[in-house]
């Protein structure tokens, strides 16, 4: 099947530093991309859908601004928190979706853990 | 505008015995449906999907779920549980036209020895 990674898998960072997460699609070319925030214990939350070239579509409520999207390609989309703070410690999931397979299928990475100090 | 309603944030089931993991979705056309499973700091892994062809669906690891339409479901079963089912479940819902996927608020389920 489909696999997509992320790196890191778990960051620590300083309260007012920036983050880069990047999601790849190892063996398939994904024409879109999305990001997930997930709190303990909760769903996921869509934050935000990219598609490859394009600037991405940010959910209501989500800071374009601050959560940068970037799909430069069609096997990497990374999101940079920018200006941390602990309120923005998360779990985030990327997923992605291949023009090939079913509609609206979409094919999960590990996720990475954010922590903000 | 889609909904994904799922019955019950934690089910708890003895080893051996039936998992039923209940999923409601509200949409003006039929969806793709789907259950995903997440292990404890893990992504989502796919169980089954429903695009439409046979409503009794089978997936990975024993697991089936039927779409029945005039109820609006899509619950999740598997008739032996087994220890490493112990996970949280989502299901969720996308249209045709739509590229996004609406999730529900996840099923946690134990599995006692």
């Known amino acids: 099947g489909a696999v997509v990674s992320q790196h890191p898998s778990w960051v620590i960072c300083k309260s007012g530093t920036s983050v880069k997460i990047e999601c790849r699609s190892l063996d398939f070319q994904a024409t879109t991309m999305f990001w997930y925030r997930q709190f303990p214990k909760q769903s996921l939350m869509l934050m935000a859908t990219s598609n490859e070239g394009s600037k991405a579509t940010y959910e209501q409520g989500v800071e374009k601004d601050k959560f940068l999207i970037n799909h430069a390609s069609l096997t990497l989309s990374t999101l940079t928190v920018t200006s941390a703070h602990p309120e923005d410690s998360s779990f985030y999931i990327c997923?992605?979706?291949?023009?090939?397979?079913?509609?609206?299928?979409?094919?999960f990475g590990p996720g990475t853990r954010l922590t903000v100090l | 505008a889609q909904s994904v309603t799922q019955l019950g944030s934690h089910v708890s089931v003895s080893e051996g015995a039936l998992v039923l993991l209940r999923c409601n979705y509200s949409s003006s056309v039929p969806p793709y449906l789907f259950w995903y499973v997440q292990y404890p700091n893990q992504g989502l892994q796919l169980l089954l999907k429903?695009?439409?062809?046979?409503?009794l669906v089978k997936g990975i690891n024993g697991f089936e779920a039927e779409f029945k339409k005039s109820e609006t479901s899509f619950h999740l079963t598997k008739p032996s549980a087994h220890m490493s089912d112990a996970a949280e479940y989502f299901c969720?819902?996308?249209?045709?036209?739509?590229?996004?996927?609406?999730f529900g608020s996840g099923t946690q389920l134990t599995v006692l020895p």
């Open positions: 969720a819902a996308g249209s045709g036209s739509a590229r996004q996927l609406t």
């Open positions: 997923s992605a979706r291949a023009g090939q397979v079913a509609p609206s299928e979409q094919f």
């Open positions: 429903y695009t439409s062809a046979a409503t």
